[in-house]
């Protein structure tokens, strides 16, 4: 059985819609960051740098923070997700690593100046905001005539997608990037990425989103 703490964020999505594409049985532990629930001791014991996701497997005793290298731990524990080939796994891990170093941490910091109205936040908006497009730019072309990021179904997936499922907030049009919005929509029909995006909305019982925002997501 693994105990995956989270809450409703693209880091902690990624880890949710993984399990429910592995099908292995988990329990939530919801961890309300807006009430500061992740400066619990005890979460802290599991996570230290108090952010979710994190995960405690209790087959092997691995308790394990930093949602990258929780989707490389049940990718390998599972052997799904991950090619075996080393030019393979490195691909997929190229674009975990892009998404890990660039793409969360950039459009984080747009969601968060995107919500700040003073100078400062308009300076920090703008910066963000170029950069972020530039990243959608990259991601667009990767997916150029391919369904998923790295040919088939992986963990790049897992850890990218929710973060695009953030669009709106982002003040990002997905109609400029038609590759993006093929496979967003592609995924998104995919049960397991709809319970696992919803999931710590169920187990927190706070009111669900009617559905993944995507009205302002058109394929061309
Ligand atoms: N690099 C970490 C980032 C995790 C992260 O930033 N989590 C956010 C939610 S998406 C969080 O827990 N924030 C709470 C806080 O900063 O106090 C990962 O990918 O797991």
């Excluded at 923070?65 to 393979?88: H, N, T, V, W």
């Excluded at 391919?146 to 499922?165: E, H, M, N, Q």
Aim: charged residues 20%; proline residues 6%; neutral net charge.
């Amino acid at each position: 059985m693994i105990d995956l703490h989270t809450w409703d964020t693209p880091n902690g999505r990624k880890v949710s819609i993984m399990l429910e594409e592995l099908a292995v049985p988990y329990r939530v532990h919801p961890v309300n960051i807006g009430e500061g629930a992740q400066f619990a001791p005890s979460f802290l014991k599991v996570a230290p740098n108090n952010k979710v996701p994190a995960i405690v497997d209790h087959d092997s005793g691995v308790s394990l923070m930093e949602s990258g290298a929780i989707l490389i731990y049940l990718a390998r524990k599972y052997g799904k997700f991950l090619p075996q080939s080393a030019d393979g796994e490195a691909e997929v891990l190229q674009w975990l690593m892009w998404q890990m170093g660039g793409f969360g941490p950039m459009l984080g910091q747009l969601m968060h100046f995107n919500s700040v109205q003073d100078e400062q936040g308009g300076y920090a908006q703008a910066r963000f905001s170029k950069e972020s497009q530039r990243l959608y730019g990259v991601l667009d072309q990767q997916l150029q005539g391919k369904s998923y990021i790295c040919g088939t179904l992986s963990i790049a997936d897992f850890a990218i997608w929710p973060w695009v499922a953030r669009a709106e907030p982002q003040k990002i049009s997905l109609v400029d990037f038609p590759n993006v919005s093929r496979w967003f929509q592609l995924l998104r029909q995919r049960p397991s990425f709809e319970r696992g995006y919803h999931i710590t909305n169920k187990v927190a019982d706070v009111p669900m989103p009617a559905a993944v925002k995507t009205d302002a997501v058109k394929t061309k």
